[in-house]
């Protein structure tokens, strides 16, 4: 079965515009997580969407936001970029069976602001 | 507040050996624990999934063991490859509804031929 799909890859961007990436879950996920990875703090919880809603929140500003979709896809947007926002964005996608909670990975989104 | 904590930061090894990489966090209230591997620019790869109620999960080489009185897991690689050269990463699951994984920031692996 396909895996988690997010688009683009690569994008680089100016200070001061905004970007939105994209996820698709692997089918049949109602869960789907953020994260942002950075040489420096590593892998930081961006937000999780399960049917639609919010249900956790990261320490971002509120520059990031997000959304998810009847479909279980999700976006992320950042608006006003900083040099700072420069990273790989991943997206996750999980559901529970008996044998737990098992996230998997996209190939990511990297962002480079200039 | 869940703390992960990887040591060591790197470890570099010849080709055939066994080796392990730690884990640890500050709360015992996980629910589960995974193990991922990821290779430069690229994604995380799910390697291991070990329940709460688990002491320890197997795949292939690979043996992942949680001891969650002490705060505590370990990644076993056995007969080490050059293919096995990766960034490791472990990440806790809290209890309480969400599927919020808290990260360790990782053990980059080199194993020379």
């Known amino acids: 079965k396909a895996g988690v799909t997010q688009t683009p890859r690569y994008l680089i961007k100016t200070r001061g515009q905004q970007v939105t990436l994209s996820c698709s879950p692997i089918s049949g996920h109602r869960s789907v997580s953020w994260y942002q990875q950075t040489p420096g703090q590593g892998l930081q919880f961006l937000f999780e969407y399960f049917s639609e809603t919010q249900r956790n929140k990261g320490n971002f500003p509120g520059r990031f936001s997000g959304r998810q979709f009847s479909n279980s896809r999700s976006e992320m947007n950042v608006s006003t970029l900083e040099l700072g926002d420069s990273a790989l964005y991943l997206c996750a996608s999980s559901h529970r069976s008996r044998v737990g909670t098992e996230a998997f990975f996209g190939q990511g989104t990297r962002l480079t602001v200039v | 507040k869940q703390e992960v904590t990887q040591i060591p930061a790197a470890l570099s090894v010849p080709e055939g050996e066994n080796l392990v990489l730690n884990c640890s966090f500050t709360?015992?209230?996980?629910?589960?624990l995974q193990w991922f591997r990821q290779d430069p620019g690229k994604g995380l790869t799910s390697l291991l999934l070990i329940q709460s109620s688990q002491r320890e999960q197997t795949s292939g080489r690979l043996n992942a063991s949680l001891d969650k009185s002490s705060g505590r897991s370990t990644l076993y690689i056995a007969a080490s490859q050059p293919g096995d050269s990766a960034t490791y990463l472990c990440a806790a699951y809290h209890q309480g509804g969400s599927e919020k994984l808290v990260f360790g920031k990782g053990t980059k692996l080199t194993v020379n031929p």
């Open positions: 709360d015992s209230a996980i629910y589960n």
